[in-house]
C-alpha cells in the first residue's frame, strides 16, 4: 500500500497518466474498459471533439503503457501527432463530432454528452466500464469520472490526444476555408489574436453564437 501510494505521488508530481484505475477494475471483474475526452468546450469557434479509447492489453492482461503518454495539453504539436498515430494504430478507438450549429441549439453540457455518445458509438466495441475526465456520461454503462483524469489515466490520457490531434486538423482545414481568422494558429479558443480579427472581421459561419463573447460582437454590428 505504501509503496503503491509512493508511486502515485511521484507519478502525481511527473504528471504521468499510470494503469492502476484500470488495474483495479480488471480485478473487480471489468476486462473491456473504455478512456473518454474530449476537447474544445471552451472555444469560441468550430467543433466540439470526444475520443473513446481502449487501450490494448500486454501479455501479462495489464493495459499497454505508451512511452511518453501525458495529458495531450502538455505535449508539443509533434508529440502528440506521434502517440495518436501510435494510439490509433494498436487501440480500438471513436471519435465524437459536435457541430456547432449543434451546439448553440443543445447548449455545452448536452453538446458534450453528445460527443461523448458518438465517440462511443464509434467505438463499435463492447465496452464494460468507462473511465472520463471530470464530466459524467449519461449512458447505461458502469463509469468513474475521475478528476484530472487526463493527467493521472493512461486511457483517458490516450484519449485525449487522440481528440485533440483529431480537432486540430479539423480547425486547420477550416482555416483555408474562413481566411484571416488565424484558426490554425488559436484553435477557435479566446487568446488575444482571436479577439484581435473578430474585431477586425466579425464572427464568422463557425463562431459559436450563445457565448457571450460571441454575442456581444453580434449584437454590436
Known amino acids: 500500500m505504501e509503496q503503491r501510494q509512493s508511486r502515485a505521488k511521484l507519478s502525481n508530481r511527473l504528471r504521468i497518466p499510470q494503469n492502476d484505475h484500470e488495474e483495479y477494475l480488471r480485478g473487480q471483474g471489468f476486462n473491456i474498459i473504455c478512456g473518454l475526452d474530449e476537447v474544445g468546450r471552451g472555444a469560441w469557434a468550430g467543433p466540439l471533439v470526444a475520443a473513446a479509447v481502449i487501450l490494448p492489453a500486454s ?18 504539436h509533434e508529440q502528440r501527432v506521434k502517440l495518436a498515430k ?16 449543434e451546439i448553440d441549439k443543445l447548449k455545452l453540457t448536452k ?24 464530466f459524467k456520461i449519461d449512458s447505461p454503462l458502469p463509469c468513474r469520472v475521475l478528476k484530472k483524469g487526463d493527467m493521472i489515466c493512461s486511457s483517458i ?27 490554425s494558429l488559436h484553435k477557435g479558443y479566446g487568446t488575444r489574436l482571436h479577439r484581435e480579427r473578430i474585431a477586425k472581421l466579425g464572427c464568422s459561419g463557425i463562431h459559436r453564437k450563445y457565448y457571450l463573447p460571441i454575442k456581444n460582437t453580434l449584437s454590436n454590428r
Open 157 to 183: 490520457a490516450a484519449a485525449s490526444i487522440v481528440a485533440k490531434v483529431y480537432r486540430d486538423n479539423l480547425m486547420r482545414k477550416l482555416d483555408k476555408k474562413y481566411r484571416g481568422y488565424y484558426f
Open 86 to 101: 501510435k494510439i490509433k494504430r494498436t487501440s480500438k478507438f471513436g471519435i465524437g463530432e459536435v457541430t456547432v450549429e
Open 59 to 76: 501479455r501479462q492482461g495489464e493495459s499497454k503503457r505508451f512511452y511518453g503518454l501525458r495529458d495531450s495539453k502538455l505535449l508539443s
Open 111 to 134: 453538446a458534450t454528452q453528445l460527443a461523448f455518445s458518438r465517440a462511443l458509438k464509434k467505438l463499435k466495441a463492447k465496452v464494460d466500464f468507462v473511465l472520463v475526465d471530470g
